[in-house]
């Protein structure tokens, strides 16, 4: 069977912030949040970081998402 995923973005907003995001991401991944990836975002959005992340959908929610 195909493995289904949910996805999720979260982003910081500076220095003091991207702590805040750091703490987040290990939250999540304790949560089951896979971190896929990091991108400082350009103008103009003044460099903030961006996280995307990923985790398996429950058993029930793949049936649904087959159907």
Same mark, same amino acid.
């Given at each position: 069977y195909?493995?289904?995923?949910?996805?999720?973005?979260?982003?910081?907003?500076?220095a003091?912030?991207?702590?805040? &995001?750091? *703490?987040?991401?290990?939250? %999540? !991944?304790?949560? !089951? %949040?896979? &971190?896929?990836?990091?991108? *400082?975002? !350009?103008?103009?959005?003044?460099? *903030?970081?961006?996280?995307?992340?990923? *985790?398996? &959908?429950?058993?029930? =929610?793949? =049936?649904?998402?087959?159907?």
């Open positions: 195909m493995n289904c995923f949910e996805y999720m973005y979260a982003s910081s907003g500076g003091e912030s991207e702590l805040i &995001l750091q *703490r987040n991401l290990n939250q %999540w !991944g304790m949560n !089951g %949040w896979e &971190l896929v990836s990091v991108v *400082r975002a !350009g103008e103009p959005h003044n460099g *903030r970081l961006v996280a995307f992340l990923k *985790r398996p &959908l429950p058993p029930a =929610t793949k =049936t649904l998402v087959d159907s």
